[in-house]
């Protein structure tokens, strides 16, 4: 029986046209002309510098822009309609476009990107986002090489980041996924990536797309799936990464697409995860990462008074996810003035973990659940910012390992848990 | 069957381009000569070719494969006799087959009686006949062209004590062209050959002829002066005759050797060989495009002259230096391969012996603006030998059966100039004229082909060209157009079969007929055109209106 095809017939006539590739840009859009000029062109020219003799495409998933960013990335092609584009480059270089109706968050921009890299068949594949301000050409080359000539199937990057940048990926993500499936990936989420055709192949032919999480924070199973796949994967230092102040405004979505994603996985990954004991670091090329520590002003108060009124708050649906001795130390610490507040890591591990379980089977709707988690991870939050108030790079290093090492130590925890909810 | 008599005769010409030495031996001393080339001429004119350019033929020491000249009015011993040129003369306009042949304008060798004389003595009337100097500083700017061998554009001489000037190999010191004599002298070496009957010269390393200080001496107006008086000369005394430069220049630098037509006749297209090659390698044809799109126009009645290869090597100088990374990277990876700034290697070994290539490679050659140039042997698909020194190993004896020699020659082996191709895929048992006569579907029979359907119309050497840039980058797709008659070629560079559609608007209601097997295609109409090219394919459509 036909089904229709996520791909418009005008998108499939411009990959006939571009063919075979070595390489492909992938780039997922959305209202981004005030700053996909700049990365289009430093992507080309990461391709010119890095790969000048190789077949490549710059492909862009629009999610239905009314700025004119798509026009944007197709205006960077190089061909010979244009000879004044780039006398230098000794090939064409296309850079096309198509747009999708549903929400930008939804899955489509990345399955696009890797529908594409299949029909292309193309040997390394990077994803870039559209809002990494400070991108740099060599950026390509650093998420790229390991694949195309190392035969790395999946890059994640690591970054030189502000000590308090990043927190969720710091005290939950980097932790649990290091805890459960045995690899040290720093960025396991991350908008910028590189990866195998052969990898990009296999994920593209799971059934990730409409499993009911409307393929939200799909990049993190992607990097999930090259984890229980045991593909090959290495990380790559790229440099400082820019603050992207609009995230932080919405904690709930970004749970929803992270620690959702994260505790989604964990019911069809548990015989992977559930026989790792311990960690290995990943190969890395360059840092594994790189801490700044000039002055930032956060609003430590606030963090602190919606984990409280949280806790107040949401009692009754506490009451359903945590168990009554975590529930009890929560509202313990709720209660305690700003300079005792202190949200200790095994808390904090017991905590998410008992969530994860309950995302597992819960009375409760499971969107809720990760909605709950939010005034709780602020809370985490307020006791690392007091941690690290004026921790050295090593001391914020080594206080993050300590997380970790508490997530690895509690593992047992979860799999009783688990086992419990069966 | 007589010459055709148009003036713009080499616009329609498809040129073949041999070494009489590596043709065919007659007197089985081993070495190629007239009487051999001119009992060949039945081979040339069955395959389709209506003019022939030799390679010098003069007496020299050969230090460089001839173009060393000791004496410019006479034919070298080794190749046979003045008359014995005139006869072959006759025999190839018989047979409708114009010849062209070498003159080296801006040297000569050491041992021509002119250096001599001219080396003997400071005072000697033939003194200022080179470029003498007390000093090796001056024209400082200019560059060496081989690198391999030179250190300087200057030379010492012992004997008269001072040193003179060459552009090319030290021994051949370079004519003076400031001396009105040296002029007025080589006017009368070219009228000596055409009254003679020949039909046109190939001019070699024209850009030299004049040096001045402050300059890198190429290309000086000095020089374009010269050459225009040479020009004049010959439409006076000779109409119909043609000159054809070599110089090896960008576009924008050799258009000015076209003057207003009424300099030369035509011009290699250098730059535009190694992007044909660069362009199948990276199955793009943007290369291609971008150099003719930087072609300007020339005068209606000059002509580019194409080719693939020849006795050179695959020049590499006007490409960039990302470009010739790149071509020897994937052109020659043996070092043994390269030669100053290029490639020493035949068409076939360079294309992998992959037939497909072959002909998609000729095909664009025939078909693109301009004359195209065949070197002896490719049309056989003969290989190369890398051992040889120099550029001999693309100058290998003609193999016309797979019998001794080849049947080149009845000397003993060893007694050849050159060692004949043996290895089993290229060597002449395997590749030879007579096997291929016999095989329906060799590259002999379908280049004989390609030409005649080349012959069939006068759009492929006259026409204008309109690029259709399809947005499948691996197709080369453009319409060459002459008065209502127009022709569409589409050419696949890539190894795997593709979708393309091309924007034929302009030609709607005409039908596309496939000008070999003449067999209609779909009538074109409003929207893109559709077809699906095999590996390496191309079409060439008539496109007619009925």
Redesign the interface.
């Known amino acids: 029986m036909a089904e229709e095809s996520f791909l418009t017939d005008d998108f499939l006539?411009?990959l006939?046209?571009v063919?075979?590739v070595d390489i492909l840009v992938g780039l997922p859009t959305h209202n981004n002309a005030k700053t996909v000029g700049s990365i289009v062109h430093t992507i080309q020219s990461g391709i010119l510098r890095g790969f000048?003799?190789e077949?490549a495409v710059i492909v862009n998933a629009d999610g239905g822009s009314r700025d004119g960013t798509p026009e944007l990335v197709t205006g960077v092609s190089i061909?010979?309609?244009r000879?004044a584009s780039n006398?230098?480059?000794?090939?064409?270089l296309?850079s096309i476009s198509t747009k999708y109706a549903s929400n930008p968050a939804s899955g489509v921009a990345l399955r696009t990107i890797l529908a594409a890299a299949e029909l292309l068949r193309a040997k390394a594949c990077v994803v870039m986002s559209p809002e990494s301000a400070n991108i740099e050409p060599e950026w390509l080359s650093k998420l790229l090489r390991p694949i195309y000539d190392d035969g790395f199937d999946l890059v994640t990057p690591t970054y030189r980041r502000h000590k308090f940048e990043g927190l969720l990926i710091t005290n939950l993500l980097y932790p649990m996924t290091r805890a459960l499936y045995g690899l040290r990936i720093r960025e396991p989420y991350s908008p910028e990536f590189g990866f195998s055709g052969r990898l990009g192949s296999q994920f593209l032919g799971q059934n990730v797309w409409n499993d009911g999480t409307g393929g939200a924070g799909v990049e993190l199973r992607f990097t999930l799936a090259a984890i229980t796949g045991k593909y090959r994967i290495c990380q790559s230092f790229l440099g400082e990464k820019d603050h992207i102040e609009r995230r932080s405004a919405d904690l709930v979505p970004v749970l929803r697409q992270t620690v959702g994603t994260l505790f989604s996985a964990l019911e069809p990954d548990f015989p992977v995860w559930s026989a790792v004991a311990g960690s290995q670091p990943a190969p890395t090329t360059g840092a594994d990462r790189e801490v700044l520590l000039e002055p930032l002003r956060v609003n430590r108060k606030r963090l602190r008074e919606m984990f409280s009124t949280g806790v107040a708050e949401l009692e009754s649906v506490f009451q359903s996810i945590l168990s009554p001795s975590t529930l009890a130390e929560l509202q313990r610490i709720a209660r305690l003035g700003e300079e005792e507040f202190h949200y200790p890591a095994e808390l904090w591990v017991r905590t998410v973990y008992e969530f994860a379980a309950s995302y597992r089977k819960s009375v409760i709707s499971r969107d809720h659940i990760v909605q709950a988690l939010a005034p709780l991870f602020r809370g985490r939050v307020f006791t690392f910012l007091m941690e690290n108030r004026n921790a050295s790079a090593d001391d914020v290093e080594n206080n993050i390992e300590g997380l970790c090492l508490e997530f690895e130590r509690l593992k047992p925890y979860l799999l009783q848990l688990w086992k419990s909810r069966e | 069957m007589p010459l055709n008599r148009d003036v713009l005769w080499y616009k329609d010409a498809i040129v073949y381009q041999v070494h009489v030495r590596t043709f065919h031996d007659s007197n089985g001393d081993g070495i190629g000569d007239f009487p051999g080339l001119e009992a060949k001429l039945d081979y040339l004119q069955e395959l389709g070719i209506s003019a022939i350019w030799l390679m010098p033929f003069f007496p020299s020491p050969l230090r460089d494969d001839g173009y060393d000249i000791a004496d410019h009015s006479a034919v070298h011993s080794n190749y046979g006799t003045l008359e014995d040129f005139r006869k072959f003369l006759g025999s190839a306009h018989d047979r409708g087959i114009r010849v062209i042949i070498e003159m080296v304008l801006n040297h000569t060798s050491d041992q021509h009686p002119w250096f001599q004389e001219s080396r003997s003595s400071q005072h000697n009337p033939r003194r200022d006949w080179y470029v003498w100097s007390d000093t090796d500083t001056r024209y400082k700017g200019t560059r060496i062209i081989f690198l391999d061998t030179e250190t300087s554009n200057w030379a010492w001489d012992p004997i008269s004590k001072s040193y003179y000037w060459h552009r090319f190999f030290s021994h051949q010191p370079d004519l003076n062209y400031d001396n009105p004599a040296v002029r007025e002298q080589m006017w009368n070496v070219m009228k000596f050959w055409l009254e003679m009957g020949v039909d046109g010269f190939r001019l070699d390393a024209v850009p030299y002829l004049v040096e001045r200080e402050g300059t890198n001496c190429e290309n000086l107006p000095e020089t374009h002066e010269i050459l225009k008086e040479l020009r004049r000369k010959l439409d006076e005394q000779f109409p119909g005759r043609m000159l054809l430069a070599e110089a090896n220049q960008w576009p924008a630098d050799l258009r000015p050797y076209f003057g207003d037509g009424d300099e030369f006749h035509m011009a290699f297209h250098f730059p535009l060989m190694p992007r044909m090659f660069m362009g199948l390698k990276l199955e793009d044809r943007k290369p291609i495009t971008e150099i003719l799109q930087q072609t300007p126009e020339i005068p209606p009645s000059c002509q580019w002259c194409l080719f693939l290869r020849n006795h050179d090597e695959l020049t590499l100088e006007m490409v960039t230096g990302m470009e010739r990374d790149y071509m020897y990277d994937t052109y020659a990876e043996s070092k043994t391969m390269r030669l100053n700034l290029g490639i020493r290697r035949r068409l076939a070994p360079l294309l992998d012996n992959d037939r497909r290539r072959i002909e998609l490679m000729n095909g664009m050659l025939m078909s693109l603006p301009g004359t195209p140039i065949v070197y002896y042997g490719d049309e056989i698909g003969m290989g190369d030998n890398i051992y040889l020194g120099d550029r001999n190993g693309v100058r290998t004896p003609m193999q016309w059966n797979g019998g001794t020699n080849g049947g080149f020659s009845t000397a003993a082996p060893e007694r050849l100039y050159s060692p004949l191709i043996q290895d089993p895929v290229y060597g002449y048992p395997a590749v030879n004229v007579l096997r291929q006569k016999a095989s329906e579907h060799s590259l002999l029979n379908w280049m004989r082909s390609i030409i005649t359907v080349r012959r069939s119309t006068g759009v492929f050497g006259r026409g204008s060209i309109e690029f259709l840039y399809p947005a499948n980058h691996r197709i080369l797709a453009y319409v060459r157009r002459l008065g209502n008659e127009a022709v569409l070629v589409v050419n696949n560079l890539s190894s795997t079969a593709q979708a393309v559609e091309l924007d034929l608007r302009r030609y709607k209601g005409n039908i596309p007929i496939e000008m070999s097997g003449k067999n209609m295609f779909p009538r074109v109409g409003d929207l893109p055109y559709p077809l699906t090219m095999g590996p390496y394919q191309f079409y060439w459509f008539r496109l007619r209106r009925i």
């Open positions: 006539r411009q006939i046209n063919g075979e000048p003799r077949r061909d010979d309609l000879p006398p230098y480059a000794l090939r064409t296309h």
